[in-house]
């Protein structure tokens, strides 16, 4: 099976600075796109950045300018690096992919379990 483990949350305060990074392990083929979405309770998930396997980009306008996503093709690592951060940008941030598995190859989305960023005032 194929797995997504998210590690670098934390307590940070307001104008510091996050990086988060999610690896995706198991029966990969290739993986066609990740990203990192973050929910707060009540509220529907949201997309805050995602990258194609060609390095293509988008972000949500709340965080342009402020957070970068990156990735390494060569180690299934997708990474979100924010910068002066804001209370508001305190969720469960979740990493997400798009891809194909492999033996029978299978396109898939997988969903990691999720780390949390607390941003204190």
């Known amino acids: 099976q194929v797995q997504l483990v998210e590690s670098g949350g934390g307590l940070v305060q307001a104008g510091g600075s996050l990086s988060l990074t999610c690896v995706a392990s198991?029966?990969?083929?290739?993986?066609?796109?990740m990203g990192w979405y973050r929910q707060t309770p009540g509220k529907q998930r949201e997309l805050v950045a995602a990258?194609?396997?060609?390095?293509?980009?988008n972000y949500a306008d709340s965080v342009k300018g402020r957070f970068t996503i990156s990735r390494d093709n060569a180690k299934n690592t997708v990474y979100l690096q924010m910068n002066s951060l804001k209370p508001e940008d305190t969720a469960g941030y979740y990493c997400?992919?798009?891809?194909?598995?492999?033996?029978?190859?299978?396109?898939?989305?997988?969903w990691g379990q999720g780390t949390l960023v607390t941003v204190s005032s």
């Open positions: 997400n992919a798009l891809l194909n598995s492999r033996g029978p190859i299978r396109y898939l989305e997988v």
């Open positions: 198991g029966s990969i083929f290739n993986i066609n796109l």
């Open positions: 990258i194609t396997n060609g390095g293509s980009t």
